[in-house]
């Protein structure tokens, strides 16, 4: 029974490019959220995606971040133009419903 | 506006002793309280949870105290071990449209020494 899949496990970027972010989530889980994580911090909500629904969008930076969750596929999310301040790790989580969120290993970007 | 603080931000424990973590909420809205356990490298995973109709809950070595007046949850790891060294962080969530998003706390750093 596979957790929560998250690919590639780290992603190095130079200004200006795209970073693309996938996430798999758990078997039968159709409610997907992403968290970003700074060095020494929390995790801070980004986005909470159902199948090819964005539900709530409010801690997703208003330029340059996408999420999308296909019908079919991971859930992807796309940072366009990545800045030195796009380096973190993002974290991926799922849920059945309501119930308790499980979470990938991350994605560690780096941005040179 | 941060919405969950969490204390202490490290913390050393000897191993056996109780470790203590607190942490306070602002938003009446949120009725779900989760405590996620994070090793280097990796993703957090849940350890244990709690809802406001309950004042304690616990499982094995691992108990949340939940004060609802005073918006305040702790937890308590009670003879700790060094496989405990990790990052502790708090959360909170409510469905007030949102769905259950958390929001956490800035974490602590437990270490467990010999």
């Known amino acids: 029974n596979a957790g929560v899949m998250q690919n590639p496990r780290h992603l190095v970027r130079r200004r200006g490019q795209e970073a693309r972010l996938r996430c798999s989530p758990m078997?039968?889980?159709?409610?997907v959220y992403w968290y970003r994580q700074l060095p020494e911090e929390g995790l801070k909500f980004m986005v909470y995606?159902?199948?090819?629904?964005?539900?709530?969008e409010s801690g997703m930076p208003k330029e340059r971040f996408s999420a999308e969750f296909p019908k079919e596929g991971p859930s992807i999310l796309r940072i366009q133009q990545v800045v030195r301040g796009d380096s973190a790790a993002y974290f991926c989580?799922?849920?059945?419903?309501?119930?308790?969120?499980?979470f990938g290993d991350g994605t560690r970007l780096s941005i040179l | 506006q941060q919405q969950v603080k969490q204390s202490p931000q490290s913390l050393i424990v000897q191993k056996g002793g109780i470790s203590i973590i607190n942490c306070a909420y602002e938003?009446?809205?949120?009725?779900?309280f989760p405590w996620y356990q994070q090793f280097p490298g990796k993703g957090p995973a849940l350890l244990i949870a709690i809802r406001p109709d309950v004042s304690e809950k616990k499982e094995g070595r691992f108990t949340i105290s939940f004060n609802k007046s005073a918006k305040q949850f702790s937890l308590h790891i009670m003879d700790s071990q060094p496989g405990d060294s990790a990052t502790y962080f708090c959360a909170a969530s409510g469905l007030t449209g949102g769905g259950n998003k958390l929001t956490f706390g800035t974490g602590t750093q437990l270490k467990v020494e010999l």
């Open positions: 938003n009446t809205a949120f009725d779900y």
């Open positions: 989580a799922s849920s059945l419903g309501n119930q308790p969120q499980h």
């Open positions: 078997k039968g889980h159709s409610h």
């Open positions: 995606l159902q199948k090819e629904n964005i539900i709530d």
